[in-house]
């Protein structure tokens, strides 16, 4: 979007010719550029979608144990997201979560009900969507039963803590087998998009689940500042 940086009544002054084209990640880039202000969450492409769209925060009760999060539809696959949010010596980072898939057509935007339910107005708009369908709009309601979630990620110094919406099974929380952790980020440069690099695994040192089983810590052997886990 750099590309119409130029026009008049744009606010923003970064121009394309200001991005070096060394193909580093965006977060060794942003130490050189002070107006580059690296992103709070990462919706990793194709994995998690493939084209974001509408933006929603969930108010109280509206879906279930999910208050104060926000919903992220995706075009491409016709899904929606969930993010929860933490700030740390005060810059906002955060986890991504899928959350609801099988739409009819690409997710584009959404809105609340006035009955708490979720309006999902749809399009594919040329491009294709997972839905298959042209066009469509659709309605999410919460049923009141409370799903099996990981509520939030928080980051730990050594690790992070995973919160789940109810108690887990203590012995299968505490197997390791249960747990893949990697990191890896993208090349910030002037082409569109990027393939996955410096893709590694960070093994774990100790797992711990707390008395009421609701939180698990995960020590790992390492984390890798400015990237994606």
């Known amino acids: 979007s750099l590309v119409w940086s130029g026009l008049p009544g744009s606010p923003v002054k970064l121009k394309v010719e200001d991005v070096p084209d060394s193909g580093q990640p ?27 769209s509408g933006l929603l925060i969930a108010g109280k009760g509206q879906m279930g144990p999910f208050d104060g999060q926000f919903f992220v539809g995706d075009q491409g696959q016709s899904m929606v997201n969930r993010i929860s949010l933490e700030k740390v010596k005060g810059v906002y980072q955060g986890a991504v979560f899928p959350f609801r898939k099988g739409f009819s057509s690409g997710v584009l935007r959404m809105c609340w009900g006035a009955d708490g339910s979720m309006f999902v107005g749809m399009t594919a708009r040329g491009w294709g969507s997972g839905g298959g369908a042209p066009y469509g709009l659709q309605r999410l309601v919460w049923n009141g039963k409370m799903p099996f979630e990981i509520k939030t990620i928080a980051a730990r110094p050594d690790g992070f803590e995973l919160e789940f919406t109810t108690p887990v099974d203590k012995r299968t929380a505490k197997a390791a087998a249960a747990y893949q952790v990697r990191s890896f980020t993208y090349k910030y440069h002037r082409r569109y998009g990027s393939p996955i690099i410096n893709s590694a695994a960070r093994p774990l040192k100790a797992i711990t689940v707390s008395p009421d089983g609701r939180k698990v ?7 890798k500042e400015g990237y994606i886990h």
């Open 217 to 223: 810590r995960l020590v790992l052997d390492s984390l």
């Open 26 to 52: 965006e977060f060794e880039v942003a130490k050189g550029i002070t107006s580059l202000k690296t992103p709070s969450v990462w919706v990793p492409h194709a994995i998690l979608g493939v084209s974001t």
